[in-house]
């Protein structure tokens, strides 16, 4: 499944156990939200937390925003039946912690398929140990329900002993990585979070770093947050005008049965024209779901 193409600049996790931020996520402007059962649920709320997620989606009111329920490892006493309840729930995919294997991805496909998911309902990774780095290409193509890496650079710190530095250089490898996997197969690719609440510079940075590496949005732990990762991730105003002017100069070139032309000094090809069409595309889609 090649991932369909949507906004996913904001993507906020919000604890399945608290009814009220289910409640309050329907009027927050994430493109995205992960429904978590597993890290922010204590063990002792893990099945009320998952009543309350999938009743929740299935009451609907979360406009166009895109939900993942993030279930437990199927390791875990827990794992199995929030498969099987998010597979009939009506989420848009189901977002598995700690992949390490193609393995565990068909695991999970078998359990969603028993219990009657559509076959649109995608499969989400969480990349997040250093197994997971070295095995980012064999999970990609694991299944055609592969929807798209969430990069958990919290716990792939802890694994690797390295530190949270401003530039995330210890963690580069494993983010060009999952990048590099992702591409290739299509996927989307979250940038993890970001703790220090109180840096809005250094979260800010944050974005910037992953929009530039290639990400197509940030996980986000508070809603604070959002506003600026849509702006960083949104494309700019000069960026979308210089998008549609290639695309409109290409498309005359080929009709004068031109490959190439030279717009503003610069050798625009088929290559570049792709590119823009995302943009327009992405920004198009932006516009689409604040209207919405």
């Known amino acids: 499944m090649a991932t369909t193409a949507r906004p996913r600049r904001s993507v906020l996790y919000m604890p399945g156990s608290n009814p009220r931020t289910l409640e309050k996520a329907r009027t927050l402007p994430a493109d995205g939200l992960i429904l978590d059962l597993e890290d922010a649920v204590a063990p002792d709320a893990k099945d009320v937390a998952r009543s309350q997620v999938v009743d929740a989606v ?16 199927l390791a875990t006493p827990w794992g199995q039946a929030d498969v099987a309840a998010a597979a009939s729930s009506g989420t848009h995919a189901v977002l598995i912690p700690k992949v390490e294997s193609a393995d565990t991805v068909r695991q999970v496909e078998a359990i969603m398929v028993a219990n009657g998911a559509p076959a649109d309902m995608a499969i989400w990774c969480m990349m997040e140990t250093p197994r997971g780095m070295l095995k980012a290409e064999e999970i990609a193509g694991s299944s055609p329900r592969m929807g798209g890496f969430v990069m958990g650079t919290s716990d792939l710190a802890k694994d690797l002993h390295c530190a949270h530095t401003r530039d995330r250089l210890p963690m580069i490898t494993s983010l060009g990585l999952c990048l590099l996997a992702a591409r290739a197969y299509g996927l989307a690719a979250l940038d993890g979070v970001y703790l220090d609440l109180n840096d809005d510079e250094g979260f800010a940075y944050s974005c910037q770093q992953g929009l530039e590496l290639g990400f197509d949005g940030k996980t986000l732990i508070h809603p604070k947050t959002i506003e600026t990762a ?17 695309i409109a100069a290409h498309a005359e070139a080929s009709a004068a049965g031109k490959g190439v032309v030279v717009v503003d000094g610069k050798l625009i090809e088929n290559l570049h024209v792709e590119n823009a069409r995302r943009i327009v595309a992405l920004s198009d889609q932006i516009a689409a779901m604040a209207q919405a």
């Open 58 to 73: 299935k009451a609907g009111g979360y406009g166009a925003r895109e939900l993942l329920i993030r279930v437990n490892s």
């Open 230 to 246: 849509n702006r960083v991730f949104a494309p700019a105003e000069k960026e979308i005008e210089w998008s549609k002017k290639i």
